[in-house]
């Protein structure tokens, strides 16, 4: 017998027990109460009630904005940070290397991008170590890197790993580092460790530790089953399938970065806005939303690249008729 993951004891997903007395009556509705709670009531009496007077979030920024979407307009409701960090890149050799002993006689070959004068430039750096000098290969790097006015610097410990480490904000990849031994054909060629990769920006769609979202329908619409939007959190990278060129039984795996500031067509590595929102409607990746939505998150960690905090998020209306959307962000 299979164990059950989701630790239903009754093992029954297609029907499953309703909680008793669900309460049915047109007389009851869910309003926010007095004294700090949430609840049901019916007339002036408390059916019942979830208390929030022992509730508190620090927080260190936030915006409240008011808007009113048309029918078939999309608004993207961006967050208030991009988390930006110290990138670090991680690199590990399967040899073990000395680098006390045999960093003095290694010489070291490292592409690397990084995004300059709103350009984005490769560099081939070299760093050549010299033991008569007392410069190491560590040392070296860090030199040819400073020459070159790339904010990076390299760090080395004891067990093969060599750690790249940018500035606050200053975004460089694409990295690939070549370690040769002087007097010798030995050449360790450094692996990245991606796991251990955190980003310069690690919200590019941007982040918020929460929200709150209020949407106001027209009085003139009685139907309860058309008072809805839609809302989806896009993610920073999108996996998806297409049919390959012509054959149609075989379908190829795409990675890309969603940008949510990109306009036109998409390239080969980022989706752009419009592709991103085409792909969420053709396949159906909409939620939708009824008078209210709150989400609260946690910070995020010193030094990691755990995220934690939510990502800005689109609201479309499909309806009709006009619809004014209140939200409040913080952070």
Not at 238 to 260: C, H, M, P, Q, R
Not at 301 to 324: H, R
Request: glycine share 6%; net charge negative; with cysteine.
């Amino acid at each position: 017998m299979s164990q059950d993951l989701f630790n239903n004891k009754s093992n029954d997903y297609v029907q499953p027990d309703l909680p008793t007395c669900p309460g049915q009556s047109d007389n009851y509705a869910f309003e926010f109460l007095p004294n700090k709670q949430v609840g049901v009531i019916s007339g002036s009496n408390i059916v019942m009630s979830l208390d929030f007077s022992d509730f508190s979030q620090p927080v260190t920024g936030w915006v409240q904005q008011k808007k009113l979407l048309e029918p078939g307009e999309v608004i993207f409701i961006q967050g208030l940070t991009k988390g930006i960090s110290n990138k670090t890149e991680t690199f590990y050799s399967t040899t073990a290397i000395n680098a006390s002993v045999a960093g003095y006689y290694m010489s070291a070959d490292i592409s690397i991008g990084v995004y300059k004068n709103f350009k984005y430039t490769k560099y081939d750096v070299i760093g050549q170590a010299n033991y008569d000098t007392g410069i190491n290969i560590v040392n070296a790097i860090n030199i040819s890197l400073e020459n070159k006015g790339i904010s990076v610097s390299v760090s080395y410990d004891d067990a093969s790993t060599f750690i790249l480490s940018g500035g606050l904000g200053y975004d460089f990849n694409d990295t690939a580092i070549t370690l040769s031994l002087d007097a010798s054909t030995t050449k360790y060629n450094l692996v990245a460790n991606d796991t251990l990769t955190i980003p310069a920006f690690k919200y590019p769609n941007t982040g918020m530790l929460g929200y709150m979202l209020k949407i106001n329908y027209p009085l003139s619409i009685n139907d309860e089953s058309q008072k809805y939007i839609n809302i989806n959190h896009p993610p920073d990278n999108l996996t998806f399938y297409e049919a390959s060129t012509g054959n149609i039984n075989s379908y190829v795996k795409y990675i890309k970065a969603v940008d949510v500031g990109m306009n036109g067509s998409s390239t080969i590595t980022t989706m752009s806005a419009g592709d991103y929102l085409n792909y969420i409607d053709t396949n159906t990746k909409w939620e939708k939303v009824g008078p209210f939505r709150s989400w609260l998150s946690t910070s995020d960690p010193d030094s990691s690249n755990i995220e934690n905090l939510i990502t800005g998020f689109y609201l479309y209306n499909p309806q009709s008729f006009a619809v004014q959307v209140e939200y409040m962000v913080i952070l």
